[in-house]
């Protein structure tokens, strides 16, 4: 019997837990092995920041990953880089360009811990900013080793104003020693910074969707995982992606959750069964506070969702949800699938967590 879990989800997935994406593996490592950029498109939780660290740690080159969702303004922004930039740069080498900086920042080291704190005037120039950080980025580089700069929720960029777009691109448009990573899980949003002519960073990059790991090649791995468990994983693998729709982090957990729980006693759809059960349990008032944050009209898509996910745009699909128009469908749909809600595959619409359309569906049965 296998001591450990061999699942894991929640948290940046590496090796052993690491599965598939060999073609992803191989075209990233083109884009960033050459002058180009990458443009990194997927739904949350489908393994974008997992998949780009195993890359560059196969690359040995110098690494800043920053979370736009986590920035508050562009002094932030700046800062954060900086606090970044020092995790990889040592302290005495940056110090020769912050003498150059037209805005100086205030860094103080925290003795125990050996982290900065870098803070910037309120009222400084946010464009001269940019620029200083940015181009920093640029000079600690070489051609020989170029740092790799991932910006995640990179279309939250819109929320640092209106112009921060077009200066960003106006400064990194010069760069040559680095190669910029952006990625985003709002699939509109991304399009529309990257695809729209008029946007300042039309076609900046090589753009990337990340979809789903294979039926084929998920199975194989879940089998692996409970090779000693059960003699027949291979039913048991294909029960548990029927549920998650090879969501990767949802297969990880249900499969987590079934390993954790295995009764000899129980077949294998009722351990997996079992398993969602305890899921929805656990997750029951976290369910309750989204499902009364939503308004009617996309409480009825919810649920619509929930039990035909296939032509939601239909005239029929319109008239049992008493929609008048299409256009109060479509943004409904918008919106849940900017929130995270619903994602779309294909043609299709489906809720993004399999254990919350459970819950849905139970609750309506009650």
């Not at 894991?8 to 599965?19: A, I, L, M, N």
């Not at 967590?353 to 139970?362: A, Q, Y």
Request: glycine share 4%.
């Amino acid at each position: 019997m296998k001591k450990t879990n061999p699942f894991k989800f929640g948290s940046v997935v590496e090796e052993p837990y690491f599965t598939d994406r060999t073609t992803e593996q191989a075209e990233i490592e083109m884009v960033l092995s050459s002058a180009n950029h990458l443009i990194l498109i997927s739904p949350r939780r489908y393994g974008k920041t997992s998949l780009i660290k195993k890359v560059v740690s196969s690359l040995d080159r110098p690494l800043i990953f920053l979370d736009l969702q986590l920035i508050t303004d562009l002094n932030d922004f700046a800062s954060q880089i900086l606090r970044r930039v020092h995790r990889v740069f040592p302290l005495e080498r940056l110090r020769s360009f912050f003498r150059n900086f037209r805005v100086t920042p205030t860094i103080t080291l925290n003795p125990i811990t050996n982290e900065i704190d870098v803070s910037f005037l309120s009222n400084s120039n946010q464009v001269l900013l940019l620029e200083d950080v940015f181009n920093l980025l640029d000079n600690l580089g070489s051609s020989n080793k170029k740092p790799i700069v991932v910006l995640d929720e990179f279309q939250d960029i819109k929320r640092l104003g209106t112009d921060t777009e077009k200066h960003l691109r106006a400064i990194i448009q010069h760069h040559q020693n680095i190669n910029y990573v952006f990625m985003g899980s709002i699939e509109s949003m991304m399009r529309q910074i990257f695809e729209e002519k008029r946007s300042p960073f039309y076609h900046f990059g090589q753009l990337m969707p990340l979809g789903k790991i294979p039926f084929s090649d998920f199975k194989n791995y879940i089998k692996e995982g409970f090779s000693d468990k059960t003699n027949d994983a291979d039913t048991l693998a294909e029960i548990i992606l029927t549920i998650t729709h090879c969501q990767p982090y949802y297969t990880q957990q249900l499969a987590y959750t079934v390993w954790n729980r295995w009764d000899h006693q129980m077949s294998e759809n009722e351990l997996v069964e079992a398993a969602v059960e305890y899921l929805i349990q656990i997750h029951d008032n976290d369910y309750h506070r989204i499902w009364q944050n939503q308004n009617q009209t996309d409480k009825k898509i919810l649920i619509q969702i929930s039990r035909h996910h296939e032509q939601m745009l239909s005239q029929a699909n319109l008239q049992k949800m008493g929609f008048s128009s299409a256009s109060t469908l479509y943004s409904g749909l918008k919106r849940l699938s900017q929130q995270g809600y619903i994602i779309k595959d294909k043609a299709n619409y489906q809720i993004d967590d399999p254990f919350f359309k459970s819950w849905i569906l139970r609750k309506r049965e009650e």
